[in-house]
């Protein structure tokens, strides 16, 4: 599909420059942006108004001593 769209030139360099770094056209470059942006944000999920992340199945539980021991870390 062919289509003429308008981006400011902050995105238009981001997106030249992704695309010269995987040399693929300006077009490839920005349906491939689209596509991770929408992929990304449908992660997270809202239940009972609270964000719920989507996490591979890979990826290990975040638990309340993984947490208490990060903010320990801060202090």
Partial sequence: MR?????????????AEYARGRDVSLSRAISELIVRGIRMSS???????????????????????HVKSLEADEK
Avoid: C, N, Q
Avoid at 3 to 12: C, P
Avoid at 43 to 58: E, N, Q
């Fill in 43 to 65: 992660r997270i999920k809202y239940k009972g108004g609270l964000p719920v992340f989507d996490l591979p199945k890979s990826s290990r539980p975040l638990t309340t001593a």
């Fill in 3 to 15: 289509t003429t769209i308008t981006l400011d030139d902050e995105t238009a360099a981001m997106a």
